[in-house]
């Protein structure tokens, strides 16, 4: 069974950083298409960044410069490190998995991360 | 950036109704599109892929369908657990990018 779930999240003053964790089991994370997707509080869903087919990324504009996405196949997680965070980078952050062709078919419950000003 | 506009942007239905959502991306992303729903406090859940195959497990009331750059959300007989938030996403190139969302309520 295909699980994910995410850690590292909580309050970070503005300019600080944060590395949140996704812990993946039920399959390998060096194989699949897995993103990062945040929401922040009362909005909607914002795709935030990808890693792909070996250590192929994407990062929203938002984030390029500032954040950086990775996995340790070895440990079978994905990371986000985020920098330079702002006020406006709270939110839920997510991570997902692709399913059948390439769609975010599986997600974790989330976690938060709070940028205080 | 490829944009995905919804609309609505909330509407309000009864158990029984027949509800229709709508995607419009801004260029062609051929059938690249998902939905999700999603309740309060919950992850998103999936759907559909490529605009009209229904994820495992997801009721054969819910329905999806693409004419160009627009997108059709169905759900042909509402129920008490479909209540809450669609969102649509386009994956056809980077960035990936979601709708502002449809609020399904009472």
């Known amino acids: 069974e295909v699980q994910l779930v995410e850690s590292g999240g909580g309050l970070i003053q503005s300019g600080g950083s944060l590395r949140l964790s996704c812990a993946a089991s039920g399959f390998t994370v060096g194989y699949n298409y897995i993103s990062w997707v945040r929401q922040a509080p009362g909005k909607g869903l914002e795709w935030v960044s990808v890693i792909y087919r070996g250590d192929n990324t994407f990062y929203a504009d938002s984030v390029k410069g500032r954040f950086t996405i990775s996995r340790d196949n070895s440990r079978n997680t994905l990371y986000l490190q985020m920098n330079n965070l702002r006020a406006e980078d709270t939110a839920v952050y997510y991570c997902?998995?692709?399913?059948?062709?390439?769609?975010?078919?599986?997600w974790g419950q989330g976690t938060l991360v709070t940028v205080s000003s | 950036d490829i944009q995905m506009t919804q609309s609505p942007s909330t509407l309000s239905a009864s158990v029984g109704d027949r509800v229709t959502i709508t995607c419009r991306a801004s260029q062609s992303i051929i059938t690249w599109l998902a939905w999700f729903h999603q309740k309060p406090g919950k992850a998103p859940k999936h759907l559909i892929y490529k605009a009209s195959n229904l994820e495992s497990g997801v009721p054969s009331r819910f329905s999806g369908s693409a004419s160009g750059t627009e997108f059709t959300l169905t759900i042909s007989s509402l129920q008490p657990d479909d209540f809450g938030t669609y969102y649509c996403?386009?994956?056809?190139?980077?960035?990936?990018?979601f709708g502002q969302g449809t609020k399904v309520e009472v």
């Open positions: 997902a998995r692709d399913g059948p062709e390439r769609s975010l078919q599986y």
């Open positions: 996403q386009q994956y056809n190139s980077f960035p990936w990018t």
